[in-house]
Every structure is written in C-alpha cells, then in structure tokens.
C-alpha cells in the first residue's frame, strides 16, 4: 500500500458555484509536502502545504483536511469517461495504490511515511463544481450512485509526505461504519443513517444530526 502521488490545487475560476475559485484543478508535484492541521472549517485551510479550499462553507477544515482517492477506482472510471484519469483530477489530494478507501472504517487511521497520520472521517460529497470541473451532465447522479465516494482524513500526526511513501493501516476502529456505507448513508439510502451512531470519529456536525434524529 502506498501513495501513488500527493497532489495540490492550482486556483482556477469556478462559474459553477459563482464563486471567485477553486482548487479542485490537482495535479502531481515532486518533493516533500508538508502536512499539518488546519483548524476549523471557514478559513479556507487544508491539511496540505500550498493548498486550499475556496468554497469555505463546505470544504476545508478539520474533518476534511486531506482527500484521498485509490487509482484502482479512477481506473475503473477510465472506460466510463474514454479517456485516462490522471492523479488528483478528482480533486484528490492523495492517489493511493493497494489501499480500500472506500471500505475503510470510519477511525481507521493511517501512518504515510516516517512521520504522518490521518484518520479517515467521512466521505466526499459531490458538488457542482466537481460536475462542471469534469464537464459531464449528470455526474453527480453517476457519482453517488456508484459509491465510490473517496475518504476525507483529519491529521493526527503532522510532518511531510510525498509520492511513493509507503501507507500502513495502525489503527481500526471496532465497529462495521465504512466510507462507503456511511456516504450511502447520507445521499440515497438514509434508512442507514441510524447505524452511523457507532461511528465516533463522524465529524461533529454529523453526530449533530444523528442526535437530532433519534431524539424525535
């Protein structure tokens, strides 16, 4: 298991959201990168050193401070899309190779390099401008019925990281939450929203609206 490559956003205008950029334009870089917390979300901070979220009401922040898609699952988008899919055009931070990011257990927390940890908190969301950025009418119904979401990870553990650092799994949580089913969970199938309870690294506002629903 490893990293395939560690990519950072080159800011771009973004007329899908009407805002003023994105960094969803990822492309592979050479060297370390350093890779510390970036506190709450509504700065515009990421985990990653000469990268940052714009949209800053929905991205960025903590609980989404690293984003990580396998090349196996890119791959497997190569035939829907004809055309190759190189490392971060999902917006990916992390391109990993050997690891199951989508069935990793919400908690599971992972040890890249000599020096960094990230535990994975929750699946992607797919939004506009991740539509307009592919340029595919009705991606995001393409997407999420797929559940291919790719994992957003917290850092535990701060250094530097860069492409080809090996990745170790150190820690899995003891409950059954998966990135998978946890986006299932929160887009088409919400009679599984209850079972996310045992989840306790979720991202606060999700247990927000786990409290809210069972208290009814």
């Not at 994105?22 to 979300?41: C, E, F, L, S, Y």
């Not at 990011?101 to 797919?126: F, M, T, Y």
């Not at 979401?149 to 998966?178: F, K, N, Q, S, W």
């Amino acid at each position: 298991m490893k990293v395939l490559s560690v990519n950072i956003g080159r800011p771009r205008p973004n007329p899908w959201k009407g805002l003023s950029a994105t960094g969803i334009d990822k492309r592979p870089v050479d060297g370390p990168v350093a890779v510390t917390a970036p506190g709450p979300k509504g700065t515009g901070a990421v985990g990653l050193a000469g990268d940052r979220a714009y949209d800053v009401k929905h991205h960025g922040g903590t609980d989404q401070a690293v984003y990580a898609y396998a090349r196996e699952d890119l791959d497997g988008w190569e035939g829907e899309f004809g055309r190759p899919l190189t490392g971060g055009v999902f917006g990916e931070n992390l391109t990993t190779l050997g690891v199951e990011v989508n069935g990793a257990l919400i908690g599971e927390r992972w040890r890249i390099g000599p020096d960094v940890v990230l535990e994975v908190s929750c699946p992607r969301i797919p939004c506009a401008t991740f539509q307009g950025w592919l340029a595919r009418e009705g991606w995001l119904k393409r997407f999420t019925r797929a559940a291919l979401p790719g994992a957003y990870l917290r850092v535990i553990e701060p250094g530097e990281i860069r492409g080809g650092d090996p990745l170790e799994i150190v820690h899995r949580p003891a409950h059954e939450v998966t990135v998978a089913m946890s986006f299932r969970a929160m887009t088409l199938e919400p009679e599984l929203f209850p079972l996310l309870a045992v989840a306790d690294a979720l991202p606060e506002e999700t247990k927000e609206r786990l409290r809210r629903r069972t208290s009814l």
